[in-house]
């Protein structure tokens, strides 16, 4: 069963405190691995698509990695306004539905 | 403009009524999908139309109708409302099958009292 698990649950970082978000999956065939962002109250915003192991993307504090097991959301000297839900989905080859982790809760303090 | 709207964006309701939430996309998308979160933040696909047509139908009571009268719209009809539809419901689009992935809308917080 295609399955996907973000940890930690929830991180805390200090201003400027760089750190990593996993996601680890399994799937039937990789189609592609989505990283969203979820403010409260709000639908999931898209950041990236990942489609092979090795790609790497990049935007402002982010850089979302990808290996044929796991992904990892790079937050580098992150802010206040980075506080969020960060959510992992995958997308197998057969159909287009998007299967989701439950989400990583960052809460960064100035 | 909103590229993905929903209405309403809260609904409470009491046990056994029926009631529906309409979704519109203005992206030119052919797909459209409604989600469900539970109270832990997990997002579970339920239905999704491809040009109007059902392509997933996932293990969804079938008091949940989905209706796409075009592509532009996919609405979602739930009847004899019980207390664990609370949930936020989010409807969301994309261009070619999720590959590219999704815009989702604000979501609707039901509640079932």
């Known amino acids: 069963e295609d399955q996907v698990t973000q940890s930690p649950e929830a991180l805390r970082l200090q201003e400027g405190e760089s750190s990593s978000l996993n996601c680890s999956y399994t799937?039937?065939?990789?189609?592609?691995l989505f990283w969203y962002r979820q403010d409260p109250g709000k639908g999931p915003e898209f950041l990236f698509t990942?489609?092979?192991a090795g790609e790497e993307k990049e935007k402002e504090r982010l850089k979302a990695t990808l290996t044929k097991k796991e992904s990892f959301l790079h937050i580098t000297a992150p802010k206040p306004e980075d506080s969020a839900t960060y959510l992992c989905?995958?997308?197998?080859?057969?159909?287009?539905?998007?299967?989701f982790g439950q989400g990583t809760e960052l809460s960064v303090k100035p | 403009d909103t590229a993905v709207s929903q209405t309403p964006k809260y609904l409470v309701t009491q046990m056994g009524n029926d009631k529906s939430i309409k979704c519109e996309q203005n992206?030119?998308?052919?797909?459209m999908y409604w989600y469900k979160q539970d109270s832990k933040k997990f997002l579970k696909i339920m239905f999704s139309?491809?040009?109007?047509?059902?392509?997933i139908n996932e293990t969804v009571p079938n008091r949940f109708s989905p209706k796409s009268p075009d592509k532009a719209h996919l609405n979602l009809h739930i009847n004899s409302l019980e207390l664990g539809d609370s949930a936020v419901y989010f409807c969301?689009?994309?261009?070619?099958?999720?590959?590219?992935?999704?815009?989702f809308g604000s979501g609707t917080r039901l509640t079932v009292v």
């Open positions: 969301a689009s994309s261009p070619d099958r999720g590959h590219y992935g999704y815009t």
């Open positions: 799937v039937s065939g990789l189609r592609g």
């Open positions: 990942l489609y092979s």
């Open positions: 989905a995958v997308q197998a080859n057969q159909g287009g539905k998007l299967i």
């Open positions: 992206l030119g998308h052919d797909t």
């Open positions: 139309y491809n040009n109007k047509e059902l392509i």
